[in-house]
């Protein structure tokens, strides 16, 4: 399952990314409220399918689109390894209406289940690496 697929109205991030975008994913921001809504920043590096005015050109004005999403209900955190995030292959599965989300590298990782994510906004930058 691709994280596309996790997200409420993901008509949007599906049009840019119609083949999905959990191959190539950096978590920059994961952040809780008391209530077990968070928020998490996602990180692609892969060009999208189709240009977007606004943001210009991939690889002149751009090179990395940041999701920043809200949700809902989460538990089941683990994370070990903060300071050495970098782009993975995401992991998503849905299992009796919960999403469990799963990034990973050698010594690292990130993994929480939730019930529901959608998009605030999106935004672009140039990397520096």
């Known amino acids: 399952m691709d994280l596309i697929d996790c997200i409420l109205e993901n008509r949007f991030i599906k049009g840019l990314y119609p083949g999905g975008v959990s191959n190539d ?3 920059g921001h994961l952040g809780f ?3 077990a809504d968070f928020s998490l920043d996602i990180h692609v590096r892969t060009p999208p ?3 977007v005015k606004k943001w210009g050109v991939w690889g002149r004005d751009y090179d990395r689109v940041v ?4 949700g809902t209900h989460i538990d089941n ?5 903060c300071e050495r995030f970098d782009f993975q292959r995401l ?4 299992i009796d209406g919960r999403f ?3 990034l990973a590298g050698s010594n690292w990782k990130i993994a929480f289940s939730f019930k529901n994510l959608t998009i605030q906004q999106s935004r672009t930058y140039i ?3």
């Open 67 to 70: 999701f920043v999403m809200r």
């Open 33 to 35: 409220n008391a209530d």
């Open 77 to 81: 955190i683990d994370i070990f390894g």
């Open 127 to 129: 990397s520096d690496d």
């Open 91 to 94: 992991s998503c599965s849905n």
């Open 100 to 102: 469990y989300f799963e």
């Open 49 to 51: 399918f189709q240009e």
């Open 25 to 27: 994913i950096c978590v």
